[in-house]
């Protein structure tokens, strides 16, 4: 049988085992499979959910359909790490086999309350005539790792005032009561964010929206997080349906933050500063927050983008994770720093520095395909600075700064495979401070690149052909000196 996106809705124990052994045989034969990013064993990897710290290790799910490279009936599949680096596939943690979660598992986020860990996601069904109704829903993982849902689902009416479109429950404890925002749509089809609340994470009351000053902000607000950080709060979410503007909301659907005083729970409402996108790159979206024993806030995206079709597609299966950030404030915004244990991941190391001027130059030990990269630069007089990477004959993947505009850009013109150019090849953002350090992460089909200590953030997706291999440093327009170090990673 094969397996077509009209059959979305099938199950996974509706396909015989040959089906599926042939399908992750295809998947592994993918030259752009990552080496050390969370990537799904088959199908489609989509939002994380539910990441937490419990028994000594960081848990993390995310929503999972098994069966090919697009959205159908979602799983939640789970994986585990001690370390934030190497990341051990559990398995599947929640089944879309109740009534109340009949046509998917979606988002949602974890607790630990009474010794285990509490699901709290959004169980997906659909109706005769096809239409929509969302359940909240509960599941509770044990020390063992058991997960059992809860015989109903515990909030199973979308309250008035509110579309179908009410998803992606986000947890938190004050004081005696838990709380969580979840993702709306208004009937006029403006999106927003509404609270709800509980005494015991069974039984959930709607408390009513949350007031902020984004009015007509988009049509549908997912993913939303609410978390305090050094005394401020902060909301996250990703909007669908903001118009570019500028170099601003290139993207199909984005994803940022406002940060501001800490939520007022009784007057339901959030006093913040303007949405702030948290990436510039073209593929990040539906970020995920916890906190760690250390007090460290990290965070996860998925880094990927819906209704964008991807060049692994034809092998059975899309997209990854983000690595792991810590978020910081700084000077009035969030920065994200790669967490400190990735530095385990470094081999053999290279180095070398040097002052060029309108000219491109290649140097010994520098090249590959999986590896982390920083280079600081002074920029002298150049117009113009930056690196290629994943280069070839006719390929290359580009992140410079342009200092007449004052702006980083990152051009995947060039970069390999076409991905969604519908919407541009380049993404820009304006930075106030020199640019002075880029740091990459470059993985066999993407990369994530750190500006100024995590100022800025470009996550993307990056197609080349496996030949494509060489590192460039490049000035334009007048002289800058560099210094750049590399690891390999295998």
Same mark, same amino acid.
């Given at each position: 049988? &094969?397996? /077509? ?10 396909? @015989? ?85 009949? +046509?998917?598992?979606? @988002?949602?986020?974890?607790?630990? +309350? ?13 109706? &005769?005539?096809?239409?929509? +109704? ?21 909030? =199973?009416?979308? #309250? ?39 005494? =015991? $994470? ?17 049509? *549908? ?6 978390? &305090? ?14 118009? #570019?503007?500028?170099? $601003? ?9 406002? !940060? ?5 729970? /009784? ?44 060049? @692994? ?5 899309? +997209? ?7 978020? *910081?404030?700084? =000077? ?6 790669? %967490?400190?244990?990735?530095?385990? $991941? ?58 007449? /505009?004052?702006?980083?850009? !990152? ?34 089909? @993407?990369?994530?690149?750190? %500006?100024? =200590?995590?100022?800025? %953030? ?5 197609? #080349? ?26």
């Amino acid at each position: 049988m &094969e397996l /077509q996106r009209e059959k979305k809705y099938i199950r996974l124990d509706q396909v @015989s085992q040959q089906e599926i052994d042939m399908l992750i045989l295809r998947v592994n034969g993918c030259s752009w499979r990552q080496t050390f990013h969370i990537q799904p064993v088959s199908g489609l990897l989509n939002d994380p959910n539910g990441f937490c710290y419990y028994n000594g290790e960081y848990h993390l799910f995310y929503q999972w359909h098994p069966l090919g490279p697009f959205h159908g009936l979602k799983y939640w599949y789970h994986t585990k790490s001690t370390d934030l680096v190497n990341w051990k596939n559990v398995g599947i943690a929640i089944k879309p086999d109740d009534y109340f979660d009949s +046509h998917g598992a979606y @988002s949602g986020s974890a607790i630990e +309350h009474n010794g285990n860990i509490y699901l709290l996601y959004t169980g997906n069904t659909r109706d &005769e005539n096809f239409e929509r +109704h969302p359940h909240q829903c509960i599941a509770i993982m044990d020390a063992q790792e058991n997960i059992i849902k809860l015989e109903k689902s515990v909030l =199973d009416k979308v #309250p008035v005032g509110y579309t179908e479109h009410f998803r992606d429950p986000k947890l938190w404890k004050e004081g005696e009561r838990f709380y969580a925002v979840i993702g709306a749509q208004r009937t006029d089809k403006i999106g927003c964010v509404c609270l709800l609340s509980s005494s =015991d $994470l069974l039984e959930w009351n709607f408390e009513g929206e949350l007031a902020t000053t984004l009015h007509l902000f988009g049509f *549908m607000w997912e993913c939303p997080d609410y978390f &305090e950080i050094e005394n401020q709060g902060v909301l996250i979410f990703s909007p669908q349906g903001l118009e #570019p503007e500028g170099d $601003l909301y290139q993207n199909i659907y984005q994803a940022g933050y406002v !940060l501001g005083k800490k939520i007022d729970l /009784q007057l339901q409402e959030l006093a913040h500063g303007n949405f702030v996108e948290l990436d510039r790159g073209f593929d990040f979206y539906a970020p995920h927050t916890m906190e760690d024993p250390n007090g460290r806030r990290l965070l996860v995206a998925w880094m990927g983008l819906p209704e964008i079709e991807y060049p @692994s597609d034809i092998n059975g299966w899309a +997209h990854c994770l983000t690595l792991p950030r810590e978020l *910081m404030v700084q =000077d009035g915004k969030i920065i994200q720093k790669p %967490v400190q244990e990735l530095q385990s $991941l470094r081999k053999t190391k290279v180095e070398t520095a040097d002052r060029i001027s309108h000219e491109k130059k290649v140097y010994d030990g520098f090249s590959g395909v999986i590896y982390e990269l920083i280079c600081e630069f002074e920029q002298g007089d150049a117009l113009e600075y930056g690196i290629e990477f994943r280069a070839g004959e006719d390929e290359k993947t580009v992140i410079k700064y342009d200092a007449e /505009q004052g702006k980083v850009i !990152l051009d995947r013109t060039l970069s390999g495979k076409v991905i969604g150019s519908t919407f541009g090849t380049e993404r820009k953002c304006g930075i106030t401070e020199k640019v002075y350090k880029f740091h990459l992460f470059v993985d066999a089909s @993407s990369v994530e690149i750190f %500006v100024n =200590d995590g100022a800025e %953030v470009f996550t993307s997706r990056i197609f #080349p052909d496996r030949k494509s291999k060489e590192i460039r440093f490049f000035a334009t327009g007048g002289t800058a000196a560099f210094k750049a170090v590399k690891w390999d990673y295998k």
